[in-house]
């Protein structure tokens, strides 16, 4: 069955960088796109980053772009995001996500929190 499990989160001050890491089983990972999203308390999931299969197209949010960075390493079926300059508005859960024979699959997300 298709898992997703994040990890990387935790607490950390604005201005600083943290990396997130998504291992994936279940179904061949070279062959699907991958997505970060994330929710903040009291708004709705919303699209941080996302990565294709064939040759590694990214795209981004408009509020992370210049700051955050999607890549894959398909050797160790993983996707990360390197966050960079994080800012309070940064906090949230993190899922990540793909879209496997038409239905799509969540991780359990892992926690983001900047703070001072």
């Known amino acids: 069955q298709v898992q997703l499990v994040e990890s990387g989160g935790g607490l950390v001050q604005p201005g600083k960088s943290l990396r997130l890491s998504c291992a994936a089983s279940g179904f061949i990972f070279s062959n699907y796109g991958m997505s970060w999203y994330r929710q903040a308390p009291g708004k709705e999931r919303e699209l941080a980053a996302s990565?294709?299969?064939?040759?590694?197209?990214?795209n981004y949010a408009d509020s992370v772009k210049g700051r955050f960075t999607i890549s894959r390493d398909n050797a160790k079926s993983t996707v990360y995001l390197q966050m960079n300059s994080l800012k309070p508005e940064d906090t949230a859960v993190y899922y990540c996500?793909?879209?496997?024979?038409?239905?799509?699959?969540w991780g359990q997300g892992t926690q983001v929190t900047v703070s001072s």
């Open positions: 990565i294709t299969s064939v040759g590694g197209f990214t």
């Open positions: 996500a793909s879209v496997v024979t038409n239905r799509r699959y």
